[in-house]
């Protein structure tokens, strides 16, 4: 399975990198863990990419759906304790809930930032320093790019983030 996602897994790595560098420099502002999925909302979708990656893991991980909790509030991969049962596949835009995002909006002129409510409670993102932020924008052409070289082919279609999109 490395090989044919090795520029994904690239991908990856950098997300988790950064997520890293900005929990060590803001842990304490972070305040979501293992269990919180306040982020983890249903009408998630994912690329080709990243749905024939977690379909991957799910052959090899066949278990992991055993303990879907079964509600319309949350993601379909949320267990009946609130945990992620795809974690270690799960897509990019999961990989950066919790820090704070940059993101333009479509029409708007300049970028916001925006972070789960629930963390950095005390200060402004304004007051963050340049790139202590996970740039969505950068992260989508990263992902297309990548998605592309994956499947040339692909149409753009986006799979909803449930079992029965991921597997068919």
């Known amino acids: 399975m490395t090989?044919?996602?090795?520029?994904?897994?690239?991908?990856?790595?950098?997300?988790?990198?950064?997520?890293?560098?900005?929990?060590?420099r803001h842990g304490a502002r972070m305040v979501c863990r293992a269990g919180c999925h306040g982020?983890?909302?249903?009408?998630?979708?994912v690329s080709r990419l990243e749905r024939d990656h977690i379909a991957a893991w799910l052959a090899e991980h066949p278990g992991a759906l055993a303990d879907l909790a079964s509600n319309d509030d949350g993601?379909?991969?949320?267990?009946?304790?609130?945990?992620?049962?795809?974690y270690d596949a799960r897509p990019a835009i999961c990989r950066s809930h919790g820090?704070?995002?940059?993101?333009?909006?479509?029409?708007?002129?300049?970028?916001?930032?925006?972070v789960c409510p629930l963390n950095f409670a005390d200060v402004p993102l304004t007051s963050l320093?340049?790139?202590?932020?996970?740039?969505?924008?950068?992260l989508n052409l990263l992902l297309f790019v990548v998605g592309r070289r994956y499947?040339?082919?692909?149409?753009?279609?986006?799979?909803?983030?449930?079992?029965?999109?991921?597997?068919?």
């Open 99 to 114: 820090a704070p995002i940059r993101v333009r909006p479509e029409g708007a002129t300049q970028p916001l930032l925006d």
């Open 129 to 138: 320093d340049a790139g202590e932020w996970i740039d969505v924008d950068t």
């Open 39 to 45: 982020c983890c909302l249903p009408g998630l979708s």
């Open 3 to 24: 090989d044919r996602f090795a520029e994904y897994f690239a991908v990856l790595a950098k997300i988790d990198g950064k997520f890293k560098e900005i929990e060590e």
């Open 151 to 168: 499947a040339p082919d692909d149409s753009g279609e986006r799979f909803a983030l449930t079992p029965q999109g991921i597997t068919g």
């Open 75 to 86: 993601c379909a991969f949320l267990d009946s304790s609130g945990r992620c049962t795809i």
